[in-house]
């Protein structure tokens, strides 16, 4: 799966809990900071998914951020690429 694939399924998933914006620019900035660039690797997923989830849990709690991530996960899934 392409980045920028992977990118608007985690903001589609994420956003009725936090917002388009703040969904896209927490994503896009860690995937700047994690240096995923075109492709993502599952490494990388779950890197970035760890990153999301950390902070998903100031906003919404443990329990949701874990729904949430869960929720992406699922999207991620749907788009197929490495699991």
Same mark, same amino acid.
């Given at each position: 799966?392409?980045t920028s694939?992977?990118?608007?399924?985690?903001?589609?998933?994420?956003?009725?809990? @936090?917002?388009?914006? %703040?969904?896209?620019?927490?994503? /896009? !900035?860690?995937?700047? #900071? +994690? $240096? @995923?660039?075109?492709? %993502?690797?599952?490494?990388?997923? /779950? !890197?970035?998914?760890? #990153? +999301? $989830?950390?902070?998903?849990?100031?906003?919404?709690?443990?329990?949701?951020?874990?729904?949430?991530?869960?929720?992406?996960?699922?999207?991620?899934?749907?788009?197929?690429?490495?699991?």
């Amino acid at each position: 799966m392409t980045t920028s694939e992977a990118v608007e399924a985690i903001v589609k998933a994420m956003a009725p809990y @936090i917002g388009d914006t %703040m969904a896209r620019s927490a994503t /896009e !900035a860690h995937c700047q #900071k +994690l $240096g @995923i660039a075109a492709a %993502m690797s599952a490494d990388q997923r /779950e !890197a970035l998914l760890g #990153k +999301l $989830g950390g902070g998903l849990n100031i906003f919404l709690g443990r329990d949701k951020s874990a729904s949430v991530i869960a929720e992406v996960r699922n999207a991620l899934a749907a788009l197929g690429g490495p699991r």
